[in-house]
């Protein structure tokens, strides 16, 4: 099981990873960092507002992220003999099986969307600027 779960995550870890870099350097060289270090605030009190800062932007990226290892599922349920979803969609392929096919790609883009709702959903109630009115 660890290996599976490793192929799976190496390229997301490594995108999140990359992401979250970018976004919290951007937000240490802006101003309110500056001035929340000249009232005093530590480490922690300064992490926790570029925390409040970075979420939105970083759920996002991890929404679409795990959105795609649905579909990168397919190869590793199949490379494994892990039974799931995405083996059951390569012997739908192989087996010509057009119901299954069309049920499992509906079910795998039903959750594609209702885990963007919820990134949406989340993202809305972190940072109340972001409501649409």
Not at 12 to 29: H, K, Q
Not at 79 to 106: C, H, K
């Amino acid at each position: 099981m660890i290996l599976p779960a490793v192929t799976l995550s190496v390229i997301p870890m490594g995108i999140v990873t990359r992401t979250v870099r970018g976004i919290v350097a951007e937000i240490m060289n802006q101003e309110f960092v500056t001035a929340l270090r000249g009232k005093g605030l530590t480490g922690w009190g300064v992490f926790g507002h570029v925390v409040k800062n970075a979420a939105p932007n970083v759920l996002a990226v991890m929404g679409l992220q795990l959105g795609y290892l649905m579909g990168g599922s397919i190869l590793v349920e199949t490379v494994f003999s892990w039974p799931g979803t995405g083996l059951l969609l390569n012997s739908a392929i192989f087996q010509r099986d057009l119901p299954v096919l069309q049920g499992t790609i509906l079910v795998l883009a039903m959750f594609f969307v209702a885990l963007n709702l919820c990134v949406d959903l989340v993202q809305t109630a972190l940072d109340p600027r972001i409501k649409r009115s």
